[in-house]
Structure formats: structure tokens, C-alpha cells
């Protein structure tokens, strides 16, 4: 089956700095999708990718589809304490146009 | 923005016993509803896809007669554990999706912890 394989399996950063997360998959998506999971709640969009090539910003996110369509990557500017979490990256899962299918996860610590 | 709740949020229960879980969403109609399992340090499981007014889908490995899903109505789907055993403990998370929307309209509920003693 389809898999979402996300690197760094977790990080460590002190607050300022940039982060940079990415995700792969074996097979083409249409459509990348990046979550952010706070420790006991369910997921909340962040941003979401419908082209190759296409570069979409949320405030300090910034997310890219790659060109290939196997992959995205997730950028975090001055990372600040409340950017701890784990974050997703999702796409519809094969044959589906709703059913997503979820990465293996970032997880993201803050220091100050 | 759209709301999706989830209760109870936390559940402790005996072997085989089973738990009900709630999903609601309070601000739109949602003609699909779906139902994932996190366990510890893991990602999202796609347990089924519940539609209104008909029976959920599960995926594969997941257990329908163990999973009891129904979709009764557009703001409501809910989720019985039946006869659960410790090995069910989890991280249940419900997410809907809006009528005649696209796959990023889908609202996650903030999860339901059910631990099975």
C-alpha cells in the first residue's frame, strides 16, 4: 500500500531558528496535505498542495509540492515554544478522492 | 470556522465491556464522517468511512462486528467498541468532512483516549 514516510522522525531546535521537514512517498499524489498535531487533540490543517512546483505560505509556514509529485517539504521560520507537535504530512489515499492517508510524523521540541 | 467535537475525551473501561464514542460536528452538515486510531508515538490509522443513511466501509484488517459504526444522521456517526480488550486501547479520532467539499475540508475532532483495563 501507499506510504508517507517523513524525515526527521523527530528534532530538537532551539527557538529562532528555521526548521525543515520532508515528506515522501512511493507513488504519485495529487494533493499534499501538512497537519499539525498538538500532544492529546486531533489535527489541524496547516496547508494544503494541489500543484507541482507550487509554493504555499501560512505565516511563518511555508510548504512546497515537489515536481515529482512523490514528495513535500515543510518549512518553519523562527520557530517559536508553541510550535512544539508532531506534524503530518497527508493525500488522498490510492483510488480515493477523501480517505487520507497519513505520514509516519515529525516531532518537533522546542527550546528556549 | 467548522467545529468538530468528540465525547466522551477520555475513557477507562473493563475488559469486555464496550464503549460508545461520539462524533459531532456542530456547525455543518457532514455527509461522511471518518474514524482513525492512533496509538502512542504513531501515526493515523484509517479505521472506516462512515456515510449517512448507510453502512460504514472498513479497512482492511479492521474488525466490523468489533468496530460498530453508525452515521444516523449528518451531524452525528458513532463509534462502539465492542467487548474491548487491553489491546484496544488507543487513541480514537474522528474527522468529517463537509457536504459536496474536497478531501483538505475534512475537520478533525480532538480525539477520544480509551484505556481498557
Known amino acids: 500500500g501507499q506510504q508517507l514516510n517523513q524525515s526527521p522522525q523527530s528534532m530538537f531546535i532551539q527557538e529562532g531558528e528555521d526548521v525543515s521537514m520532508n515528506c515522501t512517498s512511493s507513488?504519485?499524489?495529487?494533493?499534499w496535505l501538512w497537519y499539525k498535531q498538538d500532544p492529546g487533540e486531533g489535527p489541524v490543517l496547516l496547508i494544503a498542495?494541489?500543484?507541482?512546483?507550487e509554493l504555499t505560505s501560512n505565516g511563518r509556514l511555508t510548504a512546497q509540492f515537489g515536481i515529482t509529485r512523490k514528495d513535500s517539504f515543510l518549512n518553519i521560520s523562527a520557530s517559536i515554544p508553541s510550535d512544539v507537535g508532531i506534524y503530518f504530512c497527508a493525500g488522498p489515499a490510492a483510488g480515493t478522492a477523501s480517505k487520507l492517508t497519513f505520514g509516519t510524523g515529525t516531532r518537533l521540541q522546542v527550546t528556549l | 470556522g467548522a467545529v468538530v467535537s468528540q465525547h466522551p475525551s477520555r475513557v477507562i473501561c473493563k475488559s469486555g465491556t464496550s464503549v460508545k464514542i461520539e462524533c459531532r460536528s456542530l456547525?455543518?452538515?457532514?455527509?461522511?464522517m471518518f474514524w482513525y486510531r492512533q496509538f502512542p508515538k504513531k501515526s493515523l490509522m484509517l479505521m472506516a468511512t462512515?456515510?449517512?443513511?448507510?453502512?460504514?466501509?472498513?479497512e482492511q484488517g479492521v474488525e466490523k462486528d468489533k468496530f460498530l459504526i453508525n452515521h444516523a444522521s449528518l451531524t452525528l456517526s458513532t463509534l462502539t467498541v465492542t467487548s474491548a480488550h487491553p489491546e484496544d486501547s488507543s487513541f480514537y479520532i474522528c474527522?468529517?468532512?463537509?457536504?459536496?467539499?474536497?478531501?483538505?475540508?475534512?475537520?478533525f475532532g480532538p480525539g477520544t483516549r480509551l484505556t481498557v483495563l
Open positions: 474527522s468529517a468532512m463537509k457536504a459536496g467539499t474536497v478531501i483538505d475540508t475534512q475537520y
Open positions: 507513488s504519485i499524489f495529487n494533493t
Open positions: 456547525d455543518f452538515q457532514a455527509t461522511t
Open positions: 462512515s456515510n449517512e443513511g448507510s453502512k460504514a466501509t472498513y
Open positions: 498542495l494541489y500543484k507541482a512546483g
